[in-house]
């Protein structure tokens, strides 16, 4: 307990001590702390109101300037940086776009003559010569276009019917050139099918009996015989037995007007058949001797 006492005696004796300290510097600064807070206004910042006795206190002749700066410096800190941020930014708006502005216009005036003249001078040179070239160019090849070689040729021996004023039927074989093929039997056979050129005057007078919608559906040669398959258009003729006559010679006289084929084997659908008609034999391959 005697230990306790000392220590709180010895606490109180040290508060008392600073609270002395403390007295004497407000006593030896009471002028200076009086002053500041009148001039200031720290009061009536801080807490809304300044007390009368600060309002009412009267300053002292025999303080020094160099105090009163020393105490106004923190004080003018802290009231200064709010003026100095704005108006910093408003004076470097306003002047810059001021120097801008005679920069780009002195630059604009010195560089339109200069593009003008330049591309004027030039156009008509580079432009000449183009054109001459192009046309020079273009005669060559329209030159070469048209120099096609033509299509090679052959005739070939074709056989239509003529009608005698009799009313008799008699076969004619005219010579027509026509584009030279790889299988010049069936073009001819194709062709004897198709009916005269009534263009022409060698087959103007003609006609062909083979009956319409007739097609050679293939053909072959082997030993002098001339295998030719027909459709079934071929074995209905609605000229009756002098049509069915006709068309019999047409093919056998056109067929041996070449030099590999003698005869004429006619098929129907791939299939051999007898007669054509009432009574026309084409079991067997035919020549232009036989008896149509």
Not at 139 to 164: D, G, M, Q, R, W
Not at 262 to 284: A, M, P
Request: glycine share 6%.
């Amino acid at each position: 307990m005697a230990d306790k006492k000392k220590k709180t005696g010895f606490a109180l004796a040290f508060w008392l001590l600073v609270a002395l300290v403390l007295l004497i510097i407000f006593l030896v600064k009471k002028d200076d702390i009086f002053t500041n807070l009148k001039r200031t206004g720290f009061m009536d910042k801080v807490f809304g109101t300044t007390p009368e006795f600060v309002q009412n206190y009267q300053e002292k002749e025999s303080k020094s300037g160099k105090n009163a700066e020393s105490n106004e410096e923190p004080l003018v800190i802290e009231i200064t940086p709010k003026t100095t941020k704005t108006e910093t930014p408003k004076v470097e708006k306003t002047e810059t776009p001021k120097t801008e502005a005679p920069k780009t216009e002195e630059k604009k005036e010195e560089s339109k003559p200069a593009k003008v003249v330049l591309p004027d001078e030039e156009k008509p040179a580079t432009a000449k010569p183009i054109v001459e070239e192009k046309k020079e160019e273009v005669k060559p090849v329209v030159n070469e276009t048209p120099a096609e070689k033509p299509k090679a040729k052959s005739n070939l021996s074709l056989c239509f019917i003529s009608i005698a004023p009799d009313g008799s039927i008699n076969p004619k074989v005219i010579t027509r050139s026509v584009n030279k093929s790889d299988s010049p039997l069936t073009e001819a056979i194709r062709l004897i099918i198709a009916g005269p050129d009534k263009m022409a005057s060698a087959e103007k007078d003609l006609m062909s009996l083979i009956p319409k919608g007739s097609k050679l559906i293939g053909a072959s040669v082997k030993d002098g015989v001339a295998t030719l398959n027909f459709n079934d258009e071929f074995a209905i003729n609605t000229d009756g037995e002098e049509g069915f006559k006709a068309q019999l010679m047409q093919v056998v006289y056109t067929a041996t007007s070449f030099s590999t084929v003698k005869s004429v084997q006619f098929l129907i659908e791939g299939e051999k058949v007898d007669f054509l008609g009432q009574g026309h034999w084409v079991g067997t391959p035919l020549t232009r001797n036989s008896s149509f």
